[in-house]
């Protein structure tokens, strides 16, 4: 039996609903299905449970310092709010219903690590909206209070939170300035930096403040001198040694870090005083990059010319001697250098390669298109066909084929093809996808000639450092083929 057309559609809304449709569409957070009420009663209970923390500290001083665990429906509460403030709609929301300072009164005032976990969480979120960024920025109070907290709380969670804040506001520059002016301010900032780097055993956290640490001393020399200190290069050591020495982000900055005090005045003294722990991280670090058949360089450019960086400043520190002691323990910095240097070569190559592949293609299709109106090549005149080809490549074997014949054949070959995939349009595709590759590997160019100067500049030091005797002989002596 046929079903007509009405019985296969979805039954109508009920009457009710449509008559208060309105109602319900107005407590929609935008184009979002969350709810303007939900939101709002959130944030009352969050000002309730901030208040009832308060009321019990009148109440009984001698706990005012005791930790407060939250209700877990409350915590739940909470942190569904937490994940709804990655959408703009909810954070525009937020911003109306004045969140920014019921989010920093319940800092100042909670004893509970999981309500300021929270609480600073949904501040890092609204950071990372266009604009809202600099509301928060703005505020003196919220610099404040999260500055203050590095020094007043040890939970992990918060302090993970907290950074990743800070972190959002230095990466935009709108924002960058006015936090800038108060951790130059603080007198405790650098050593709560060096602190974690040190002692902490969160890679969240460490990456947090690492970051911080890199863009703090990469955009303000004045920082850049109060952090280069010896106590700075044992925390990033310590750093690297609980996220690892294998590639990731915070190994990265942490690295930088340490190649931006060597910029310093007093970055021999800063290095030599812990020159065996740095020069046995880095070297392990360009293990785990370099320890295979070839090196790949992409997207690794920058890391290994810090590496190299600080080795050449790890060599030449005073007294030198003890830096050549540790080129002759452990030579893996050097035969990791040849690597690099060979691959820097090869994609020389692959770049001069793609490089006339892409000029070759453009004078083809300037033949063709120079060429009258849907009119293609008269293979006819001189094909390189099969049997042309055939006869090609045994004059190639017997070595009668001059190079103009060779190049004559190959040519027209290359021509016709051409002919042939211009017309199913795959020339362009053809000469699109050499262009992006040759972009690509023209984007890591200038990177590639910074580590290509920082391990020439690496074997210079090593070359200024050693005994005077013959340099060439005492390399070949311990190093095969290194002269």
């Not at 109306?96 to 909670?110: M, N």
């Not at 027209?412 to 699109?432: H, I, M, V, Y």
């Not at 290509?452 to 210079?460: K, P, S």
Request: hydrophobic letters at 40%; a negative charge.
């Amino acid at each position: 039996m046929k079903m007509s057309d009405e019985e296969y559609k979805n039954p109508s809304p009920p009457s009710e609903l449509l008559e208060h449709e309105n109602e319900y569409t107005a407590d929609m957070i935008g184009d979002t299905v969350f709810s303007k009420h939900w939101l709002f009663t959130a944030l009352m209970k969050l000002i309730q449970e901030v208040d009832g923390e308060s009321s019990a500290n009148k109440e009984g001083d001698d706990e005012k310092d005791d930790i407060v665990d939250v209700d877990d429906d409350l915590q739940t509460e909470l942190c569904r709010l937490w994940d709804m403030s990655m959408n703009k709609d909810v954070v525009l929301c937020l911003i109306e219903f004045k969140a920014i300072d019921i989010l920093v009164g319940a800092l100042t005032k909670t004893r509970a690590p999981r309500l300021a976990e929270i609480s600073v969480g949904i501040l890092g979120n609204m950071a990372c909206c266009k604009g809202v960024g600099s509301q928060i920025t703005d505020s003196e109070g919220v610099r404040q209070v999260v500055l203050l907290m590095l020094d007043a709380y040890s939970d992990t969670p918060t302090l993970v939170e907290t950074t990743r804040l800070i972190v959002v506001c230095l990466s935009t520059e709108n924002t960058r300035e006015l936090w800038l002016a108060d951790i130059k301010k603080s007198k405790t900032f650098v050593e709560n930096m060096r602190f974690i780097l040190q002692s902490s055993t969160s890679s969240d956290l460490i990456k947090n403040v690492a970051n911080i640490v890199d863009q703090l001393m990469d955009i303000e020399e004045e920082i850049c001198s109060a952090f280069s200190t010896p106590e700075l290069v044992l925390a990033v050591v310590e750093g690297m040694k609980q996220v690892g020495v294998v590639w990731s982000e915070a190994a990265e900055s942490l690295l930088h870090i340490l190649t931006l005090v060597r910029t310093t005045a007093e970055d021999s003294s800063c290095l030599a005083l812990h020159r065996e722990s740095v020069f046995s991280l880095v070297t392990d670090f360009l293990h785990s990059l370099c320890d295979c058949a070839m090196v790949t360089l992409e997207s690794k450019e920058t890391v290994l010319a810090s590496c190299y960086c600080i080795l050449s400043a790890v060599v030449m520190a005073p007294p030198s001697d003890d830096g050549i002691e540790l080129i002759e323990q452990n030579s893996s910095a050097i035969t990791f250098a040849l690597k690099i240097v060979e691959a820097i070569r090869q994609q020389r190559r692959r770049l001069s390669r793609l490089s006339r592949r892409s000029d070759e293609h453009k004078k083809l299709t300037e033949t063709l298109t120079a060429r009258q109106p849907h009119s293609t090549i008269n293979v006819s005149e001189k094909p390189a066909n099969s049997e042309e080809r055939v006869n090609a490549a045994d004059k190639r074997v017997d070595g009668d084929l001059s190079a103009s014949e060779e190049s004559d054949v190959d040519g027209r070959a290359r021509t016709e093809r051409l002919a042939k995939a211009s017309d199913n349009g795959q020339a362009d595709d053809n000469g699109q996808a050499d262009d992006s590759c040759q972009r690509s590997l023209s984007d890591s160019t200038e990177s590639t000639e910074i580590l290509r100067e920082q391990i020439l500049d690496f074997f210079r030091n090593v070359l200024l450092a050693l005994p005077k005797v013959n340099y060439s002989q005492y390399l070949t002596e311990r190093y095969d083929g290194v002269k």
